[in-house]
């Protein structure tokens, strides 16, 4: 069973990029399809990127496309995050997710383990 860990949160300036990773024990994470999750005081879940199945090809929300990089790390067995330009709005706590299914990548119920998450604080 793989377990998802993340890190990287804290507090950010405003302007400034964040940098997260999602690593795993128990599984190879590039076996799975990973994603990041967010969730802002008092909303709901968030769907931020997701990264292919044994490949590198990036599925970016609308949202934050342009500010967002998602990527790889095959030797630390990790899956990175990169927000640049960050804003208060991007407070939250950032999960990552991992599926072996072939499913909709912007859906929570596509993914069977999750991360116990990271707060990233923006401060201006």
């Known amino acids: 069973q793989v377990r998802l860990e993340e890190s990287g949160g804290g507090l950010v300036q405003v302007g400034g990029s964040l940098r997260l990773s999602c690593a795993a024990s128990?599984?190879?994470?590039?076996?799975?399809?990973v994603a990041w999750f967010r969730q802002g005081p008092g909303q709901e879940r968030e769907f931020l990127a997701a990264?292919?199945?044994?490949?590198?090809?990036?599925y970016l929300s609308q949202s934050v496309k342009g500010r967002v990089l998602i990527s790889r790390d095959y030797a630390k067995n990790t899956v990175d995050l990169q927000m640049n330009s960050v804003t208060p709005e991007d407070t939250a706590v950032y999960y990552c997710?991992?599926?072996?299914?072939?499913?909709?990548?912007?859906?929570?119920?596509?993914?069977?383990?999750w991360g116990q998450g990271t707060q990233v604080t923006v401060s201006s």
């Open positions: 997710a991992a599926t072996s299914r072939i499913a909709s990548a912007p859906r929570e119920d596509s993914y069977d383990v």
């Open positions: 128990g599984h190879t994470l590039s076996d799975f399809r």
């Open positions: 990264i292919s199945r044994g490949g590198d090809i990036p």
